[in-house]
């Protein structure tokens, strides 16, 4: 089940005229090796040889040119593109990066009060030889697989799981990796019931209290308030093509522009890539994917994925519990933009009255303000 | 309401709304009853047939709620920034200047510090009129500093919750105000003092799946519409019309979401009480 992108085509088309010359290639090595010993046809194998040569640099050139082209289309994604790149069917998933980049990976179910969401993967593994707690989304590539993982949307059974998995981690001073993707939470008649809100509410309150290490990575989608319920971590990193963002460009469109079609106006609007954020102080480090995308080549992918985990909690476990509770509270304390008072404001009452805004001259007390 | 009544409203509801002058009275969303608009101003923006509840202002909700006199506002100043540059089809900022116009507040959240029945609290209303009550940093902002007061001060914390959730115009910052608040909240729990947090009429989406929904006692006001995703997008999710009732007090009570419904009229007396157990 492969998927081309629309501005992958002519890299794509590149690559398989490639492989044909490779094809025909080897195709006439295995000719001349059978006629060889022959003899009779040394003459022609002579012929062949320099319309072998002339095919060897073709490849060669062609490679090139797949090449320049590839980090030329790639350098320049638009952000719509880059959504594009993030939903890829072929991008690695979670489960994926468990069999690259980590190893010795044992599953972990259950929320322990209703269900198990295979939406959210928990397990333990390895980490360059170190344990580690792993909780990431999981959307499928079959339909069957997709239906399954509901297409990686949690319902409320997969954030208890989630933040169980968690407190496992602290108890046994393990360090939590997340791995974000999905294009949000479940909306639906069962997870309202059982408390949807209020289970991605215990998992943002509950990771800020976490006195382990904990790194999310941004692999695929990182869709609003269902993404984020796994994101409250130390150090937050986004896949070079992957996007993070309050609402998908769609539902944007939708309210905002009155109309899904101008989803690409709202990609833009929305600032959701990796680099967007990075300006914003939402994330802290971009791994760099593969040319072409992480779906172009997953072990590459893995090992950059596997490196910069790695770096960061190399970092962090030096940090004593408290210090990694409190360097948590300051990294998301500190986002947001306003004006006047990102100071806090604690001045005395009386300090208060005089301190009004020309808007409303009455604002320094609530009593009677609305004259 | 028997069922003749039901048929024969209608065409007397078209006839009467034209003709209730707005000012002097109100009707009810809910009986369909006309009532003298101070009535219904007396009895905290509730219907004195019915009892239903019309949305109330943040300003007369705190003014209503806490002592009288002992209110002062926190952070009143505090106003959004646009680092998205964020244009739909209007500039962002242009929407806060035209909210500023409509709802007379500079923002979408009022936080002050007052006294309940003679105990100091702090205590933050939202402001639905503004842009929908929506969470963007200056909210978030006051919602932490709510918390933050309460830690320093040993003071309980009450939060009126009307929102649509976050604000798409701050993008990925009105993200980060979930996270933000909810961590706050994380620390406030040392205080020793108790968080009510009070659901009124609509919380969804990302404000119900914070700080809203993580009261140590959660508090519904009756009929308000409380869940993660609105119902327009479970509707189309799932294809189907919801039941009558579904996400609204009641049924969250009955799935064990919240801890109770209380009218907008006992909603003094009994958090007063509740801060005398817990605090």
């Not at chain 2, 929407?95 to 923002?107: D, I, L, Y």
């Not at chain 2, 510090?113 to 609290?121: A, D, S």
């Not at chain 2, 309460?150 to 990925?172: C, D, H, N, T, Y």
Request: charged share 25%; proline share 5%; with cysteine.
């Amino acid at each position: 089940m492969s998927r081309e992108l629309e501005f992958e085509r002519p890299v794509l088309e590149l690559e398989r005229q490639i492989e044909e010359l490779r094809r025909l290639a080897a195709g006439r090595d295995q000719l001349a090796a059978t006629v060889a010993d022959e003899g009779r046809l040394k003459k022609k194998k002579k012929a062949d040889g320099t319309s072998m040569m002339q095919l060897e640099s073709q490849i060669l050139r062609l490679e090139e040119q797949a090449l320049t082209l590839k980090g030329q289309i790639f350098s320049r994604l638009s952000r719509w593109q880059i959504v594009q790149v993030a939903r890829h069917p072929q991008r690695p998933y979670t489960l994926d990066y468990l069999q690259s980049a980590f190893a010795d990976f044992v599953e972990l179910h259950g929320d322990r009060n209703f269900g198990d969401d295979p939406a959210i993967v928990c397990g333990l593994a390895k980490l360059k030889g170190e344990s580690v707690m792993v909780i990431g989304h999981q959307k499928g590539r079959t339909t069957a697989e997709n239906l399954r993982r509901n297409f990686g949307m949690p319902r409320p059974e997969g954030y208890r799981k989630a933040l169980r998995a968690m407190r496992v981690a602290e108890r046994f001073g393990l360090p939590i990796v997340t791995l974000i993707d999905t294009p949000g939470a479940y909306p639906g008649i069962g997870a309202e019931e059982r408390g949807q809100a209020q289970a991605i509410a215990e998992c943002l309150e509950g990771m800020a209290a976490l006195k382990v290490p904990v790194v999310s990575v941004v692999i695929g989608e990182g869709g609003s308030g269902g993404a984020l319920a796994i994101g409250v971590a130390n150090r937050v990193l986004m896949l070079e093509f992957s996007i993070y963002s309050v609402i998908s460009p769609e539902g944007c469109a939708s309210i905002l522009f009155k109309d899904a079609s101008h989803a690409e106006r709202a990609a833009d609007a929305l600032k959701l890539t990796a680099p967007d954020l990075t300006a914003l102080g939402v994330v802290d480090q971009v791994i760099k994917e593969p040319l072409g995308g992480a779906h172009r080549d997953h072990p590459l992918a893995a090992r950059r994925l596997q490196e910069a985990l790695h770096t960061e909690l190399s970092e962090l476990v030096k940090m004593k519990p408290t210090e990694l509770v409190d360097d948590r509270y300051r990294r998301f304390r500190a986002l947001g933009a306003v004006t006047e008072g990102a100071v806090r404001e604690l001045d005395p009452p009386e300090a208060q009255k005089g301190g009004s805004t020309k808007r409303r001259p009455a604002s320094g007390k609530t009593k009677g303000a609305r004259t | 309401m028997s069922w003749f009544k039901r048929m024969a409203s209608p065409k007397v509801k078209g006839d009467e709304k034209a003709s209730v002058p707005t000012g002097v009275w109100k009707r009810c969303d809910g009986c369909g009853a006309v009532s003298v608009a101070e009535l219904v101003k007396q009895a905290l923006e509730t219907c004195p047939q019915c009892g239903y509840h019309f949305r109330i202002g943040g300003r007369d909700r705190l003014r209503t709620f806490l002592d009288p006199d002992s209110i002062y506002e926190v952070g009143a100043r505090l106003e959004p920034l646009d680092p998205l540059e964020f244009k739909d089809q209007k500039r962002y900022l242009d929407r806060v200047r035209a909210a500023q116009k409509s709802a007379e507040e500079p923002e979408a959240f009022i936080l002050a510090t007052g006294r309940l029945k003679g105990r100091p609290i702090v205590a933050g209303t939202f402001e639905f009129r503004f842009m929908g009550g929506s969470m963007g940093s200056v909210v978030g902002e006051k919602v932490t500093m709510a918390f933050e007061l309460g830690l320093e001060q040993k003071a309980p914390v009450v939060l009126f919750s009307a929102s649509g959730g976050a604000r798409m115009q701050e993008g990925i910052l009105s993200l980060m105000q979930m996270a933000k608040t909810s961590a706050a909240i994380s620390r406030f729990r040392e205080s020793g003092h108790p968080f009510v947090s009070v659901l009124t009429d609509p919380t969804t989406g990302g404000v119900a799946a914070s700080f809203a929904l993580l009261g140590d006692i959660i508090v519904a006001e009756p009929g308000a519409l409380v869940g993660f995703a609105g119902p327009r997008v479970i509707e189309q999710t799932i294809r189907q019309t919801l039941p009558a009732g579904f996400q609204r007090s009641e049924f969250l009570l009955d799935h064990g979401v919240i801890d109770m419904i209380v009218g907008r009229r006992d909603l003094r007396d009994r958090i007063a009480l509740l801060f005398d157990h817990l605090s």
